[in-house]
């Protein structure tokens, strides 16, 4: 399954339903205004008056006037400005000074003392410009005055200014004041709408008439698609079905596990039938305030059916629709009223409701039943690993943008890919290209896939082993891994040994299955305990000894035989039995309270069952290895010498020391193997998956890419 491409600008996400604005001005012009009108007020009362300008009192300007030193006056009601003929110093030199016509002083203060002179004329200064206030009566004997020494006159209305100025300055405050008034009841009103619309739907909405992701998108999952085919031409004829009495499911569950895809076949199914998308995270119904959950989903809900058809997405449902009152400490009432709400809306659909509810998870077993009854969600499609010609489907669609060079052969990738899924192709193919424009190449080779492997499977690459012991340890605990799969039949071959750190690993083993497999038989599972104690059972034949270098081989090879056993009744003593023992419980606490259904002997038996499992396996993997210590030593010595050695190599080394190699056969309709040529010198290569996949569902699910039997994560 592939990944969907980014969202587009052709897509409308929303946390919640799209609004108009709100008409008026916002919050910060109001506060820009506010601001403007204060500064034109400070600049108006501070920057009336000229710089060369100053106060006098009025009785100086009747002696300035009679002294034939006003040149100018204007009248403003009670304020007089005007101009002085002659500049006068002011204040006066002295209390008593008082000026002669044309600024002379006083004889007085012509006679003071010459100290006195100069600090009085520091105080003073020259002004050119005058203002003063007359009496509020007015003063008959002004006007004759400055007549009769030529003064000119220039009276002004009290009111000044133009009528639409004053206007404006009379009803700005009030402007201002609304204002202010409108905005704080804004913001209280949206502060309102937000808490009473705390309960609305935060589904995201995708335009129907552009869709991003199509079923052309979609690789890997054939089957699938034909199932939401049925839904797209429902929603796009459903007169045809409902003519013939027909009802397509309510819901359809996409199950399977994360990263094949589940979302974007949803997205495709809605985008082929050019209706309205509603997407949404189960976890997003669920909040503190028990009932706000319940209000989403009838908000959601309620919305679908305005814009009908539609497709309703749920994502991750599990989150609210685990089983009500299951595990440890009872249940939620938020969750659970929310999943009840959920009943309701499903159960409210008729006939004629175009629309149709997907959901998504990855753990089915946990829903409540009352989800999965017919009426609610009828049908489950399941959306799993995607098979060899699948994922080089896949392949191809995540490398169409990709300059990819000629030697790449998608094919050989996909065979070597078995597990992955569309997320982990589509990671691989970007890990593939990051690394070629780190290089500064122009095309995305096959050795940039290869270390992409590398990168995903096993970690980080670390700095090599330095100390000579230790590497000689790592060396003949991976070389037993290799040793007893190769020699091993029906194990899958190895691929790769190295004792390069990658990861938590000191060394690694990789094998490479041949095929998909999705049912394991007895014989192989067997073999895969032997390979899986090789590294401790290498140790012991060598150094007389184990190391704490086995402990997450000892943890696989004991759930494996704990799964053999109690699971798939693979136990001569016990019998063809299933116990439940190593199955993984969804809920906290179930375990616990959950009463055992076998005795306390039985359990013995089990113990005993599982122990003689992994002691046969371990005693099969020291006698093998026992008998074939020459090809162990040459394979160690490799090890030692070039850190890392190819399968070809392997043979070479194992056939020189005599061994007797079993044949590998590829299953039907698989490519052929690629050998590649060993020994690399420091390779940065890997092609196959590191950690073993559970086989608990081995019925179902296939093996990822390969598995590798390291030295443990200890780092001492």
Do not use: C
């Not at 396996?617 to 162990?632: Q, V």
């Amino acid at each position: 399954m592939s990944l969907p491409s980014p969202p587009s600008p052709d897509q409308r996400p929303g946390g919640s339903p799209e609004t108009p604005p709100r008409p008026g001005l916002p919050g910060r012009i109001w506060w820009a205004i506010f601001a403007a009108l204060l500064v034109w007020n400070v600049l108006a009362f501070f920057g009336s008056a000229p710089s060369n300008s100053v106060e006098v009192p009025y009785s100086a300007f009747l002696a300035q006037a009679n002294g034939d030193n006003i040149d100018q006056v204007t009248i403003n009601g009670q304020l007089i400005s005007g101009a002085f003929r002659h500049p006068i110093p002011w204040p006066p030199a002295s209390a008593s000074a008082s000026s002669s016509p044309g600024g002379a002083a006083s004889p007085a203060a012509q006679g003071s003392p010459p100290a006195a002179s100069s600090a009085a004329a520091a105080a003073t200064t020259i002004y050119g410009q005058f203002t003063t206030v007359g009496p509020p009566l007015g003063d008959p004997a002004l006007l004759p005055i400055l007549v009769s020494h030529n003064v000119t006159i220039t009276a002004k209305n009290v009111s000044g200014g133009s009528g639409l100025l004053n206007l404006v300055i009379g009803l700005l405050p009030v402007v201002l004041f609304v204002g202010v008034f409108l905005y704080l009841g804004r913001q209280m009103q949206r502060t309102q709408q937000g808490i009473f619309g705390f309960g609305g739907s935060r589904a995201r909405l995708y335009d129907a008439e552009k869709p991003s992701v199509t079923f052309a998108d979609v690789a890997g999952e054939d089957q699938a698609k034909i199932e939401l085919a049925e839904v797209v031409d429902f929603l796009k004829t459903p007169d045809k079905y409902i003519r013939l009495g027909a009802r397509l499911p309510h819901g359809v569950l996409l199950i399977g596990p994360p990263g094949t895809g589940k979302t974007l076949l949803a997205r495709a199914a809605a985008g082929e039938a050019h209706v309205p998308f509603f997407s949404i995270s189960a976890s997003e119904f669920v909040e503190l305030f028990v009932g706000v959950g319940a209000s989403r989903v009838r908000d959601l809900f309620s919305k679908a059916k305005a814009a009908a058809p539609s497709i309703v997405f749920v994502d991750e449902i599990d989150a609210v629709g685990r089983q009500r009152g299951a595990g440890l400490g009872g249940g939620n009432d938020e969750r659970e009223q929310t999943l009840n709400q959920l009943l309701v809306e499903m159960d409210g659909f008729d006939a004629a409701t175009s629309v149709i509810v997907l959901a998504a998870t990855n753990r089915p077993d946990v829903l409540d039943p009352a989800l999965l009854r017919p009426g609610r969600f009828d049908r489950q499609v399941t959306v799993g690993f995607p098979d060899r010609v699948g994922r080089e489907a896949i392949l191809r669609i995540h490398t169409k943008g990709l300059p990819l060079a000629p030697s790449v052969d998608l094919g050989l990738i996909a065979s070597a890919t078995p597990g992955f899924s569309g997320a982990d192709l589509a990671n691989l193919a970007n890990e593939a290209a990051l690394r070629t424009a780190r290089a500064g190449k122009d095309q995305v080779g096959p050795e940039e896939f290869e270390e992409a492997l590398d990168t995903l499977i096993l970690g980080t690459r670390q700095a090599g082993l330095t100390n000579q012991d230790e590497r000689r340890l790592v060396a003949y605990h991976e070389g037993g891994h290799a040793l007893v799969a190769r020699l091993t039949p029906g194990a899958d071959p190895v691929n790769k040994v190295t004792i390069v750190p990658h990861g938590q690993a000191l060394g690694v083993t990789e094998q490479r299955p041949m095929d998909d497999r999705r049912n394991y038989p007895l014989d192989y599972l067997v073999g895969r305990l032997a390979v899986s104690l090789g590294g401790r059972a290498a140790e012991e034949v060598v150094f007389g000894q184990p190391t704490t270098g086995a402990e997450s081989d000892l943890k696989q090879a004991t759930g494996l035989a704990r799964r053999m056993v109690g699971l798939w009744g693979m136990s001569d003593d016990l019998g063809p039995v299933s116990y439940g023992v190593g199955e993984t419980q969804p809920f906290l606490g179930r375990e616990l309270a959950a009463p055992r259904e076998y005795a306390e002997a039985t359990a013995a038996r089990i113990d005993a069952a599982v122990t003689a499992l992994i002691a046969s396996a371990h005693e099969r993997a020291r006698s093998l290895l026992s008998r074939e210590r020459r090809a162990l030593d040459a394979l160690a010595e490799e090890l030692v010498a070039h850190e890392a050695v190819g399968a070809a190599r392997i043979d070479e080394i194992l056939k020189e020391a005599g061994a007797k190699l079993p044949v590998i056969t590829a299953a039907p309709g698989a490519p052929p193997r690629v050998e590649r040529p060993g020994p690399v010198k420091k390779p940065a290569v890997a092609a196959t998956r590191s950690t073993t996949r559970s086989t608990s569902r081995a019925a179902s699910r296939a093996p990822r890419g390969g598995r590798a039997a390291g030295a443990d994560d200890q780092r001492s």
